[in-house]
């Protein structure tokens, strides 16, 4: 299986909806635990990498990519 490729500053979707109704978390901190953070209610939760890795489905924006405006 394909490891998925995320970076501190992405905004990534879950496989659940955070209970404000927002699917986008943006990761704010990663080592053991990664944070991540509603883009909608602005939660922070902590999670257990393998956690995460199991509950992540997709990174929609990556911080690596220019900011269009």
């Known amino acids: 299986?394909?490891?998925?490729?995320?970076?501190?500053?992405?905004?990534?979707?879950?496989?659940?909806?955070?209970?404000c109704g927002s699917n986008e978390m943006e990761i704010i901190r990663m080592?053991?635990?990664?944070?991540?953070?509603c883009v909608?209610?602005?939660?922070s939760v902590l999670v257990p990498r393998?956690?995460?890795e199991k509950n992540f489905k997709k990174v929609l924006r990556s911080s690596k990519e220019p900011?269009?405006?």
């Open 50 to 52: 393998a956690k995460f």
């Open 31 to 37: 080592g053991m635990d990664i944070r991540i953070k």
């Open 1 to 19: 299986m394909e490891r998925k490729i995320y970076d501190l500053g992405d905004i990534v979707q879950m496989k659940k909806p955070h209970p």
């Open 40 to 43: 909608g209610c602005k939660h």
């Open 67 to 69: 900011q269009s405006e």
